[in-house]
């Protein structure tokens, strides 16, 4: 018989503990043009993703797909290298399965980060934002479906999908180093299309301060298992009615490489005072 969602989760948590022996409480999803944080990891393990059983194979360019245990900022963790997009096919419960997986493996804290596109006319290129909240606009919730009542409640809340903890002590790491550290709201849409001039205005109408096609499926689920959430985007791209810019792959990917550095500051100075 086809095993249940439930099943496959613990089969690779499983596996996975196998492999590793040390398990982290702490998990990292690093998004496109993010991946240098892993240069910072005193890596123990590495596990591609092709050798979990279980986990579906990243494709997209800039991603390369491992899943990366070790220490950072003093503390043992695991990083995807390479998350799964909606865009690219795969399915809600594919896109989250790694979630759900380190919830299995003890992980009660996510750090997401991901490039994306600011609508707020403060930002610039390079900016760094905290996430403080999101606007779903996927056409999917990864929740839907049968709830398993060991992994979250049926109708969970998403009042601080964000952590106020969290947020209030990357300000303080902002404060101290001088770091300028926007924050805003992450609109999540499916992609693969950047926005059009009149849909950047328009997120921007109903509250959001950034845009891009990840993070907002795996903090739901984060949540739903009641881990906490620290997110972060680096704002790769400009839209609006005003922006003259296009936005290209290679344009994200090369802006979010060059901001990187603080975002990867940012979060390893978090680890050390967690
Ligand atoms: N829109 C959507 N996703 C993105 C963008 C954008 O402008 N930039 C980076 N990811």
Known sequence: MEKTYLERIKETASFIKEAVGELPRIGIILGTGLG???????????????????????????HSGKLIFGNLGGKYVVAMQGRFHFYEGYDMKQVTFPVRVMKELGVDTLFVSNAAGGMNKEFK?????????????????????KNYEDLGPRFPAMTEAYSQALIDMADDIA????????????????????ETPAEYEYFRVIGGDAVGMSTVPEVIVANHAGMRVFGV??????GGKDI???????????????????????????????
């Open 125 to 145: 290129v390079g900016d760094v934002m905290v996430i403080t909240d999101h606007i779903n606009l996927f056409p999917e919730n990864p929740l839907r479906g």
């Open 233 to 238: 985007s680096v704002i790769t791209d400009l």
């Open 244 to 274: 003259k810019e296009v936005p290209t792959h290679e344009e994200v990917q090369k802006a979010a490489i060059k901001a990187q550095p603080v975002m990867t500051k940012i979060i390893k100075d978090m680890l050390g005072r967690l």
């Open 175 to 194: 404060r101290e180093d001088g770091i300028r550290l926007m924050h805003g709201v992450y609109v999540g849409t499916q992609g693969p299309t950047f």
């Open 36 to 62: 240098d944080l892993v240069n910072h990891i005193n890596i123990k393990y590495e596990l591609s993703y092709q050798n979990i059983p279980n986990f579906p194979i990243s494709t997209v360019e800039g």
